[in-house]
């Protein structure tokens, strides 16, 4: 039976890059048939890492079958995954986030969750000193590059970076080069709708009981996005309804300054804004300096 391999809903560059990582190891070098799959399009950086290392795009499914033997990489959470998926043969996890419960397998499982930035640099340690090709260390820089803000995000560990500068030596890329043409395309969002990106990089949380959509773009032109203000504020309703939660909070993130803006249309995001990040909000849009990461200053942070 080939195994599945796949990330998150609303692949970002790390739930794109790392199953085809390791679906590539799992037949490459374990003789274990594997395909990387997608729960979704992947978003402009994740397709531009797929041009520009010549990946062919993975199949996107909507679901998985009972017993379909499949591996989960960049998360634990079902809220994440397809609806079936404890229905499914779930033989590894590969994760970086915290656990968050939830998910029955089959039986016992190799799990490898680890406080590092990426799911790349994980994979990266368990795949040990073996030859890989170009494409997939080209895909591991992507991921880790990509995850770590080239190093600004406060997820960036010295590990991450370690892995980083060897892959990039061996591939003969300069970073900063490479990590500004990635951002240059995480940046182009001119052909995308509202709804398209409020959910392009979000993931579901629920705080007190309030559910909420959280939605972060990662970009080095934020005035592009906040020139849409009006309509994305518009927007949140309709997606909000439309995926059964609460409230979208939309968090653009400034690369190059490290900061995000926290877009303010109604009084629970303002409450939201006040509690979480001690702001002052004076209007439909609230700055926050240093923050840059969902995973570990926005979501833990947040209180209604």
């Known amino acids: 039976m080939t195994i599945q391999v796949f990330g998150h809903k609303s692949p970002d560059t790390d739930s794109t890059g790392s199953p085809i990582i390791w679906a590539w190891y799992l037949n490459e070098v374990k003789g274990t048939p594997a395909e990387a799959k997608l729960l979704g399009e992947p978003n402009t950086e994740a397709a531009w890492l797929l041009n520009r290392w010549d ?144 959910r392009m990089d979000s993931k579901e949380y629920e705080v007190d009981g309030t559910k909420f959509r959280v939605s972060v773009l990662e970009t080095t032109a934020p005035g592009v996005v906040l020139d849409r203000k009006a309509s994305l504020m518009d927007s949140m309703t309709i997606v909000a309804s439309e995926d059964g939660v609460d409230q979208v909070l939309l968090f653009v993130v400034d690369i190059l300054n490290e900061e995000a803006t926290l877009l303010v249309p109604n009084d629970l995001v303002k409450t939201v804004a006040e509690k979480s990040f001690d702001a002052s909000v004076d209007g439909d849009a609230v700055v926050l300096p240093g923050v840059m990461s969902r995973k570990k200053q926005i979501i833990p942070n947040l209180k209604v």
């Open 55 to 198: 990946l062919p795009k993975p199949a996107i499914i909507e679901d998985v079958a009972d017993d379909a033997a499949v591996v989960i990489v960049d998360t634990n959470n079902p809220a994440e995954l397809p609806a079936n998926i404890n229905g499914a043969d779930v033989q590894a996890i590969i994760d970086h986030h915290k656990l968050v419960g939830g998910l029955e397998t089959k039986g016992p499982i190799d799990i490898t969750i680890r406080p590092v930035a990426c799911t790349a640099t994980i994979m990266h340690d368990l795949m040990g000193d073996i030859e890989m090709p170009d494409h997939i260390k080209g895909a591991m820089l992507t991921c880790i590059l990509s995850d770590t803000l080239e190093f600004r995000s406060p997820t960036t560990t010295d590990h991450d970076k370690a892995v980083c500068d060897k892959l990039a030596a061996d591939l003969g890329i300069d970073i900063p080069s490479y990590a500004a043409e990635m951002f240059a395309a995480k940046s182009d969002v001119s052909s995308f709708s509202d709804a398209e990106l409020l």
